[in-house]
């Protein structure tokens, strides 16, 4: 049994529902417990440090300060941006006396920065790929994934300390481990546009049609997401996307613990894989 | 005009630069940083937004070195940007290139100098903030109205107001849009955050090592490649004050 704090972030308790469904209960079969930051408040994410710097400290930091209040070392934070903007407290945190003893005091909660902030590849890590490939009793060997890490996953190299942030393969391995096939393809951390799909769709639809017509060149027949953003753009919006392109090719987006759930033998419906915009094929 | 409504929404700046980015070590290694861009342009060759910028992420960080701080502050390129950290990566120089754009927001933003161009952007980053602040949490709905409301009234465009509007039915269908969402027991704390990270702000220039932002040799610089002298340096190389 492998014991984690839980920081879900906005998206996944809003329109990213379907991401918690499906890592709960692909982590629950791996006998990963989560426990849940108690009244956990947004990171502030890309508003907060665009306008207003002291905020972007201290969002982050009263989660952190909660974590460590409730005794929870390590947190799991699915979306990479929250998982970002916890790291980047982190490490402003650690470095500076003055800010610790001034943010503690502006959040209402001690925070020292020591909190260990995971994303969701690292827990699959933790749990561990021979695992993965021993519980695997579903064939899901017709998927060749594109795995897509975005943006934050694996940026900034010395805020998130993870991978390599040209050439990451960590998702790869798990994909793989789960017994899906992946492809070699080109834009695996390039953007999709992010959070930009109220502000500016136009960018977002541009962005997102180079990765779609990359993976689709390269073979895949899906992609592999371990970000909520990643997958409002890639999948809400493909319609959009391919309509305003001309791909007339569609690519299921399924997230990363889909994937590793439909080899466990869980259902389209105890995933939510159901309620993404472009039908799953995991039943095929 | 067009500046009036954007800022009708609260600023959330922070309190005083001594209290903001200085306190978080922002200004002065940010200013370091910016002093070392060598123009490779490697940030401008990695950047999915370039296409659509107006000054390119090199162009940004020579004209502040430059001392060309407004052309900076009202190009639409510092809202363009997506915060990706494709540039931030790559620098060999290690220059922090997406934390220097953050703080041209932020400058651009509490000197009025935020046009109804990159209004949008704005507008989308204030009604989340402004939502956080109320709930805490996200509440899309309410944000989402909240956006499309003062859009509309930014520059009456009902196609604007209403894109993506076919999308609300699909999403409820898929339990992705919720009424009530979720919710924060202690709300009153956010406030009192957003209050201590908000008050009286007045943030400052960035400064160069060895340069006197608005000297000669900058005005003349800046005249000679055709930009603005910097005009609103209010805060000469003040920032490690």
């Given at each position: 049994m492998i014991e984690l704090g839980y920081y879900p972030g906005c998206a996944l308790h809003g329109s990213s529902n379907d991401y918690e469904q499906s890592l709960r209960a692909c982590l629950e079969r791996l006998n990963v417990r989560l426990t849940e930051v108690d009244d956990w408040i947004c990171c502030g994410a890309s508003a907060a440090h665009s306008l207003n710097s002291m905020l972007a400290v201290a969002l982050p930091a009263r989660n952190l300060g909660l974590a460590e209040r409730d005794q929870l070392h390590e947190v799991l934070a699915p979306c990479p941006l929250c998982s970002m903007e916890l790291h980047k407290a982190n490490h402003a945190l650690a470095a500076n006396e003055a800010l610790r003893a001034r943010v503690s005091e502006i959040v209402e909660v001690p925070v020292s920065g020591n909190v260990k902030v995971l994303n969701l590849i690292q827990v699959f890590e933790r749990a561990g790929l021979e695992r993965i490939r021993r519980a695997a009793r579903k064939s899901i060997a017709h998927l060749q994934a594109a795995c897509y890490y975005g943006c934050l996953l694996t940026r900034p190299p010395a805020t998130v300390q993870f991978d390599?942030?040209?050439?990451?393969?960590?998702?790869?391995?798990?994909?793989e481990a789960a017994?899906?096939?992946?492809?070699?393809?080109?834009?695996?951390?390039?953007?999709?546009?992010?959070?930009?799909t109220l502000a500016s769709e136009k960018v977002v639809l541009e962005l997102s049609q180079r990765i779609l017509r990359n993976a689709l060149e390269h073979g895949a027949n899906c992609l592999v997401v371990a970000c909520p953003m990643c997958h409002v753009n890639l999948d809400m919006k493909q319609q959009d996307t391919r309509e305003q392109f001309g791909i007339e090719q569609v690519?299921?987006?399924?997230?990363?613990?889909?994937?590793?759930?439909m080899a466990l033998g869980l259902k389209e419906a105890q995933l939510g894989t159901d309620r993404h915009f472009v039908p799953a094929r995991n039943g095929r | 005009m067009s500046r009036g409504i954007v800022q009708e929404v609260p600023l959330y700046a922070p309190a005083a630069a001594s209290d903001g980015l200085a306190l978080t070590g922002c200004a002065d290694t940010l200013a370091q940083s910016l002093a070392a861009c060598y123009q490779c342009g490697k940030c401008t060759a990695g950047c999915p937004m370039a296409d659509a910028m107006d000054l390119m992420p090199n162009q940004i960080f020579r004209l502040l070195q430059l001392g060309a701080l407004e052309r900076v502050l009202r190009s639409t390129a510092i809202w363009q940007c997506v915060s990706c950290y494709t540039c931030t990566t790559r620098c060999p120089q290690s220059v922090d290139c997406v934390?220097?754009?953050?703080?041209?927001?932020?400058?651009?933003?509490?000197?009025?100098?935020v046009s109804n161009r990159q209004g949008r952007v704005v507008v989308f980053q204030q009604t989340f903030l402004d939502n956080i602040r109320r709930h805490g949490r996200l509440h899309e709905l309410s944000q989402i109205a909240h956006f499309k409301l003062r859009g509309y009234l930014k520059d009456f465009s009902l196609r604007e107001l209403f894109r993506g509007?076919?999308?609300?039915?699909?999403?409820?269908?898929r339990r992705k849009l919720h009424f009530r969402g979720s919710k924060v027991k202690d709300r009153a704390v956010i406030q009192r955050i957003y209050a201590r990270?908000?008050?009286?702000?007045q943030p400052r220039g960035p400064s160069i090592p060895g340069h006197q932002p608005g000297s000669q040799v900058a005005e003349s610089r800046a005249q000679r490649t055709g930009l603005e002298a910097p005009a609103t340096l209010g805060a000469k190389g003040t920032a490690h004050d």
């Open positions: 390599d942030a040209e050439r990451p393969q960590s998702m790869e391995a798990i994909v017994g899906a096939k992946t492809v070699v393809w080109n834009f695996a951390t390039e953007c999709c546009g992010a959070g930009m690519l299921p987006v399924y997230y990363l613990s889909d994937l590793v759930g | 934390g220097i754009i953050d703080q041209m927001r932020q400058l651009a933003l509490a000197r009025g100098m509007a076919a999308l609300g039915p699909q999403l409820f269908q990270c908000s008050r009286g702000f």
